[in-house]
């Protein structure tokens, strides 16, 4: 005989597959951004007032409130702000631990792209390491951000952390 249900112990894990279909409508901004990696370009867009470069572009500039919609494109290469060293398997993983995320400021650009960064030891990471992009074969472009493969590093010498401190 079980116990009565007031007597049992909480459930406090529940396991159950999940799925979740969604579609996306990106608009006229981020639909510019993600074409234009189909080129192997990175296109942003550019506040006329205060002349800072946004990875999409936006509808309006968030500091001035003014559309910052005039197209820039901005380099494949950058410096890392911030990154995170990824030791810890899952299963959406792109590669077998451990591996890099980085915060990537492309040159041009004034705020950071999210990616990974390989060919670098995970310990070798830092603030300030210059990189570039590694593209996917030409048959492989399309408007998304996995035309990029990955970031690797440039082996110029570092950005000083003045350069990127306004970004992080």
Not at 104 to 109: E, F, N, P, Q, S
Request: proline share 12%; with cysteine.
């Amino acid at each position: 005989m079980s116990a009565p249900p007031d007597e049992r112990p909480p459930v406090t894990v529940l396991q159950a597959p999940v799925r979740l279909d969604y579609t996306v409508t990106a608009g006229h901004h981020l639909s510019t951004y993600l074409r234009a990696l189909a080129d192997r370009k990175i296109v942003g867009g550019r506040c006329p007032e205060c002349h800072k470069v946004y990875l999409p572009a936006r509808g309006a500039c968030p500091t001035c409130g003014v559309p910052a919609d005039a197209p820039v494109e901005v380099a494949d290469q950058g410096t890392v702000t911030t990154f995170c060293v990824i030791r810890i398997p899952f299963d959406a993983a792109p590669f077998p631990p451990p591996y890099v995320a980085v915060a990537i400021l492309l040159d041009g650009a004034d705020m950071p792209i999210f990616h990974l960064v390989r060919g670098i030891e995970p310990d070798a990471a830092r603030m300030g390491m210059r990189v570039r992009a590694v593209w996917v074969p030409d048959d492989q472009l399309g408007p998304t951000l996995a035309s990029i493969r990955w970031f690797e590093a440039t082996g110029e010498p570092d950005a000083p952390f003045e350069a990127i401190a306004s970004h992080l």
